[in-house]
């Protein structure tokens, strides 16, 4: 054997070299674990195999919930996060003086799962009257949860606006909307109805039915002497009419089933852009899902047939043809940037389609669901996540964000004359069949009963989500009151 010296220039370099190979290994097998461990992959020992599960985020309101993974209480409260394996997962959240929350969750490998919806209620929710009607004919809430709008009798052009962005003390202003902007005969109204709100919250569509007399107003809540009268302005008869977006003045209407664009500020109504249209919604400043009803074949009058499609970038592109006697319904919204659009056909079927607006085409059908009977109602959340359709107590939803479709039987809803469920935020249904008023995740978990209310009325969130506003009823006196319910303690 040869002596080796490491103070030779030699043994030094080699040494070298050796230390920044195992460094820079070191380095790699570090980073490559952390990319793993970013990934979600963890090592089993009982198979003795890595494995990817998925990542929690979790987040409350009110914040500061201690959080249970299949009994298994986490070192964070939150908001927080946990990196789970995949799998099925029982959740349980807690928090001092409020009812506990609980969902099972299935998490596929690499998954993002976000649970950042847990809206916590009181387990006694302390509920005040805040303001008295002799009578209440219908409510409305503004877009932006700062406005109710109280109309104490439907024969009367009188109202009641409360600004509850002090949810303690709103403040309440009344206005009648003047007689020269409405019909008036033999003294009578006739019925006036609320019927949507512009996004800017400022102003109100009307609609004034007398006798066989049709008219529609912009009603200026902050100034009603700036009515407009539209049926009046326009010299049309219109059949429907929704707000286009941002800008008050621009409107969408049907007249003698075509579809019309009505610019208040110019005085001006477009040429017919949709014919034959039985139903429409409008969404965002341009954009019209609609149900029109034509003849395929203008030589056949047995080929009509129902087509449901989407006016947008000034032309009309149909997505799908349905038989003439099917009972459609559809919602629209924006998610994730791509439009969707769901049909409900009549059957029970629910037929969702993406981006329908690309191609003049029939869109093929991006997803759907069934219900065993036909729905009675169908709706999009606000943020157009979530796609929902019922009948009698049965919920459907359709998550968008993952794809699936949870269906839940809901008793508070009862078999019988069931009216919609509506959209309390992006996550929460409520309905205030009973009486009572209930709130419930958007596939049926964690229903929470509230409070006693009068059905039939608009129920809303405060802007900061503290508070839960409704319509109570003496029934002694058969008085009606505004209340509020506080949901943080």
């Given at each position: 054997m040869?002596?080796?010296?490491l103070r030779?220039?030699?043994a030094?370099?080699a040494l070298?070299?050796?230390s920044?190979?195992?460094m820079?290994?070191?380095?790699v097998l570090?980073t490559a674990?952390?990319?793993?461990?970013?990934m979600?992959?963890r090592f089993?020992?009982?198979?003795?195999?890595?494995?990817?599960?998925g990542?929690?985020?979790?987040?409350?309101t009110p914040e500061?919930?201690t959080?249970a993974?299949?009994?298994?209480v986490?070192?964070?409260?939150?908001?927080?996060?946990?990196n789970?394996t995949a799998?099925?997962?029982t959740?349980?959240?807690?928090?001092?003086?409020?009812?506990?929350?609980?969902r099972?969750?299935s998490l596929?490998?690499g998954?993002?799962?976000?649970?950042n919806y847990?809206?916590f209620?009181?387990?006694?929710v302390?509920t005040l009257p805040?303001?008295?009607?002799?009578?209440?004919?219908?409510v409305?809430t503004?877009?932006?949860?700062?406005?109710?709008?109280f109309?104490?009798?439907?024969?009367?052009p009188d109202?009641t606006?409360?600004?509850i962005?002090?949810e303690?003390?709103?403040?309440?202003?009344?206005?009648?909307?003047?007689?020269?902007?409405?019909?008036?005969t033999?003294?009578?109204?006739g019925?006036?109805?609320?019927v949507?709100?512009d996004?800017g919250?400022?102003?109100?569509i009307?609609?004034q039915?007398?006798?066989s007399?049709?008219?529609w107003l912009?009603?200026d809540?902050?100034?009603?002497?700036?009515?407009?009268?539209?049926?009046n302005l326009?010299g049309?008869?219109?059949?429907?009419l929704?707000f286009?977006?941002?800008?008050?003045?621009?409107m969408?209407a049907?007249?003698g089933?075509v579809?019309?664009r009505?610019?208040?500020?110019?005085?001006?109504?477009?040429?017919?852009?949709?014919?034959?249209?039985?139903q429409?919604?409008?969404?965002?400043?341009?954009?019209?899902?609609?149900?029109?009803?034509?003849?395929s074949?203008?030589?056949?009058?047995?080929?009509v047939?129902?087509?449901v499609g989407l006016?947008?970038?000034?032309?009309e592109?149909?997505?799908?043809t349905y038989p003439v006697?099917s009972a459609l319904?559809?919602?629209?919204?924006?998610?994730d940037?791509?439009?969707y659009?769901a049909?409900h056909?009549?059957?029970?079927?629910v037929q969702?389609?993406?981006d329908p607006?690309?191609?003049?085409?029939?869109t093929a059908?991006?997803?759907?669901?069934n219900?065993?009977?036909?729905?009675q109602?169908?709706?999009?959340?606000?943020?157009?996540?979530?796609?929902?359709?019922?009948?009698?107590?049965?919920?459907t939803t359709?998550?968008?964000?993952i794809?699936?479709?949870?269906?839940?039987?809901?008793?508070?809803?009862g078999?019988?004359?069931?009216?919609?469920?509506n959209?309390?935020?992006?996550y929460?249904?409520w309905?205030d069949?009973?009486?009572?008023l209930?709130m419930?995740?958007?596939?049926?978990?964690?229903?929470?009963?509230?409070?006693?209310?009068?059905?039939g009325?608009?129920?809303?969130?405060?802007?900061?989500g503290n508070?839960?506003f409704?319509?109570?009823?003496?029934?002694?006196?058969?008085q009606?009151?505004?209340?509020?319910?506080?949901l943080?303690k």
């Amino acid at each position: 054997m040869f002596p080796i010296s490491l103070r030779s220039k030699r043994a030094q370099l080699a040494l070298r070299f050796f230390s920044y190979g195992v460094m820079t290994l070191a380095t790699v097998l570090l980073t490559a674990l952390a990319i793993f461990y970013a990934m979600g992959y963890r090592f089993d020992q009982s198979t003795l195999v890595f494995e990817q599960g998925g990542l929690v985020q979790f987040r409350s309101t009110p914040e500061g919930a201690t959080v249970a993974v299949d009994g298994k209480v986490q070192d964070f409260q939150t908001p927080g996060r946990a990196n789970l394996t995949a799998g099925v997962h029982t959740i349980v959240m807690q928090l001092n003086g409020y009812r506990e929350w609980q969902r099972t969750v299935s998490l596929a490998p690499g998954q993002l799962l976000w649970l950042n919806y847990t809206r916590f209620v009181p387990n006694s929710v302390s509920t005040l009257p805040l303001k008295t009607f002799q009578t209440l004919a219908s409510v409305s809430t503004s877009p932006d949860k700062r406005f109710m709008l109280f109309q104490p009798k439907a024969d009367q052009p009188d109202f009641t606006l409360a600004d509850i962005s002090n949810e303690k003390k709103p403040t309440y202003t009344s206005f009648t909307i003047p007689d020269s902007k409405l019909t008036k005969t033999n003294g009578s109204y006739g019925t006036l109805k609320m019927v949507e709100w512009d996004l800017g919250s400022r102003y109100i569509i009307m609609h004034q039915q007398n006798g066989s007399d049709n008219q529609w107003l912009r009603v200026d809540t902050s100034k009603p002497d700036n009515t407009v009268n539209i049926t009046n302005l326009f010299g049309l008869s219109i059949g429907d009419l929704h707000f286009a977006g941002n800008n008050a003045n621009v409107m969408y209407a049907t007249t003698g089933g075509v579809l019309r664009r009505l610019d208040i500020g110019a005085s001006d109504a477009s040429a017919a852009l949709v014919p034959d249209v039985t139903q429409f919604t409008v969404y965002g400043d341009g954009t019209v899902a609609f149900i029109a009803k034509r003849q395929s074949d203008p030589n056949n009058a047995d080929s009509v047939q129902q087509i449901v499609g989407l006016y947008a970038n000034n032309k009309e592109v149909d997505a799908q043809t349905y038989p003439v006697d099917s009972a459609l319904a559809i919602a629209y919204g924006q998610y994730d940037n791509h439009i969707y659009l769901a049909v409900h056909k009549g059957n029970g079927n629910v037929q969702i389609l993406r981006d329908p607006a690309i191609s003049s085409k029939e869109t093929a059908e991006f997803a759907s669901f069934n219900l065993a009977k036909p729905a009675q109602w169908l709706k999009m959340s606000n943020d157009g996540r979530m796609i929902t359709a019922g009948y009698d107590d049965v919920i459907t939803t359709y998550d968008l964000e993952i794809g699936k479709a949870y269906q839940s039987t809901l008793p508070f809803l009862g078999t019988s004359n069931v009216s919609p469920m509506n959209w309390l935020d992006d996550y929460y249904l409520w309905s205030d069949n009973g009486s009572r008023l209930h709130m419930v995740e958007f596939d049926g978990q964690n229903d929470r009963e509230i409070t006693t209310v009068a059905p039939g009325f608009d129920v809303t969130l405060s802007q900061n989500g503290n508070t839960l506003f409704s319509i109570g009823k003496n029934n002694d006196n058969g008085q009606y009151f505004l209340q509020a319910s506080q949901l943080v303690k």
